[in-house]
């Protein structure tokens, strides 16, 4: 700690500013940018003071209490229903945010930059807090977790670590979409679920109501099941909530003397110093440091460097024992040594390995190109730390003709893409270009091969025989919103090309709209949309639903003759026109005017079906032309118009890489 006091009031690096426990918290959650000496003296200067505080009385109270009095839970909702907040009324009242309220005076479970800015979570998080029943103390490890849809992935994940959830449904709005796929993940799990009522102290709210949609939508509800009515902004409700948790929710089920250790990797960061950092549940047996463990996937032998729970700071213990939730180092720098939804099991005692996760579908993919080429390296290794954190991006390697080499990477969503751009941009200092999401198409040919496509590169590989076709994933939207809104939310489907598959009552204030919809359209504009026409009040939720035939075009944009690979898309025929001709329009505004003239056309196949000319930039021959008879000027405008000819044969307009990313929005 000297070493700090004494660098302090010349450096400004968070080492300085925030001491060893601040630092700490910031190497958790994000790349921290340390100076050289800071970084030093944390490596290898004060090896004491580079562990996180323990604090002994958390640790050692936690480390006497049994399975039975352990409680594992998840808070789901639709976005924005009050899941962080009333994470941080339960920390409070446990008291486990004393000092972690005063830096971070909201949603404190919500730790990346991203999410503070954009007020949603992206990531789920894990607390364990002690709460007392009886005058006996009990372990709970909550877990926050995402709302949006493109963040589900996060919830089953959390959920599988889990034996019970709190479902929270915002008393003003009722159940949403994203409500009803929740309850389905947790039933799907087998978790006891408790319903919520959040935000009772604001005047719109209307429990009753909501509480007979719980009821009626999820069959929840009745003697010993009623839902609960809490605020998470006054607290009112918190303490019986937690009550409630420890009555409903069945301890882990959990064997620590008996069986070998065992535990599920669920969650995993990077750590710029201490390396590859997992969270996991232990199902059975124990584990302390100094032991070998390896993963049920990876084979790698490690040693457990350090571990602890997240009280809900990282706390350092000596062991971490069966139904418990905490995290482990083992010095791994590779990110390719830990898979998610692996199992750890210890060295010399193999187990079986635990069913893991479903494999992930990407929805869309997008290419992600350094803004120099020189940045590759750089971008390869931020990528490869990032999608540890984030383990529902998959990740091949592209290359462009324009942009260079770079990544093509597959999400779950738009939102999804944008904030793994932003995460990369925010904790790893990387420019970054990205193109415009593309969705995975399938071709199948004339006997029944099928080829898939995904990017706009891939369609010029395909053998276009005549009985070649095209098929567009297509998925069952579930729309809920206010009665007034149904008109524009049906014509907005239908511009989509929707179909409508259910149209239903909700109560007697809003309805629910289903639609089957082409995947690539939802990767389009269609989200913004929705809440544009309905003052934000829509709701959406959407599964797989298959794939159907789709009548779709690559549409190429040529700058003078020469296509530029990464502005090409593939794109319903319909709507090529328009689309061409809007990116062309774009790229005129964009362009800078060269000494010739500039064509930009939009081309599908060999048929020109956009067209737009930046006029050539005139130097003004005749500047130095003082007086003069006119065939004289005449003469020297002649050769001007002649140079400009033969640069515009040879000279090749090159796209600057600061155009892209506005022309690829
Ligand atoms: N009045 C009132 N406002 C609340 C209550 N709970 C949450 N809010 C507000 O509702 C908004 C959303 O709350 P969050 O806790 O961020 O919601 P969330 O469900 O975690 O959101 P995502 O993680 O993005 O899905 C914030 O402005 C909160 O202050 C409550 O009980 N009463």
Known sequence: MAVFARLAPRCACPGAREGIGGLWRSFVSSASGLCARHYSAFEGGDTAAAQPPVETDVANLISTIPPSRIRNFSI????????????????????ALKEALDKASSQYLDKLKVEKERGITVKAQTASIVHHVGGLPYLLNLVDTPGHVDFTYEVSRSLSACEGCLLLVDA???????????????????????????????????PEEVTKQIEDVFGLGGEGDAALRVSAKTGQGVPELLDAVVHRIAPPETDREERPFKALIFDAHHDQFRGVVCLCRVI????????????????????????GLMCPEPTRTDKLEGGQIGYLVTGMKKT?????????????????????????????FGGIFPSSTDEYESLKKAIEKLTLNDSSVVVHRESSQALGPGFRCGFLGLLHMEVFLQRLEEEFAQSVIATKPFVPLKVIDGEMREKEILSPGDWDEVDWGRSTRVMEPIVLATIVCPNEFTGKVIQLCHDHRGHQVDHSALGSQRVMLRYNLPLPELAGDFYDSLKGCTSGYATLEYEDAGHQD????????????????????????????????????????????????????????????????????????????????????????????????????????????????????
């Open 172 to 206: 003003t709005q009722g159940i949403q979409a994203q409500t009803v796929s929740n309850c389905l993940l947790a039933l799907e799990e087998n978790l006891e679920i408790i319903s919520v009522v959040n935000k009772i102290d604001m005047p719109a709210a209307n």
């Open 336 to 364: 390719a040594d830990i898979r998610i939804g692996d199992t750890l099991h210890k060295a010399d005692q193999p187990v079986e390995a635990l069913a893991g996760f479903k494999p992930i579908k990407s929805m869309c």
């Open 550 to 665: 789709a009548d779709l075009v690559k549409l190429d944009i040529r700058v003078n003759g020469e296509t530029v690979d990464s502005l090409s898309q593939v794109v319903p025929r319909v709507n090529s026109y328009k689309t061409g001709k809007s990116v062309v329009s774009k790229m005129k505004n964009l362009l800078d005017r060269q000494v010739f003239e500039v064509a930009l056309q939009a081309v599908i196949g060999n048929k020109i079906i956009a067209r737009e000319t930046i006029s050539a930039m005139r130097k003004n021959v005749l500047a130095k032309c003082y007086g003069g008879d006119v065939s004289r000027k005449k003469k020297l405008l002649a050769k001007q118009k002649e140079g400009k000819k033969r640069l515009k044969r040879l000279g090749s307009v090159s796209v600057p890489v600061d155009v892209f990313p506005a022309l690829l929005k």
């Open 76 to 95: 789901v909702a639709h976005i924005d229903h009050g899941k962080s907040t009333l994470a941080d009324r339960i920390l409070e009242h446990t008291g």
């Open 284 to 307: 059975d047996g124990k584990i302390s440091r100094g032991d070998k463990i390896a993963s049920c996937g990876t084979k790698t032998e490690l040693e457990v460097l350090e571990l």
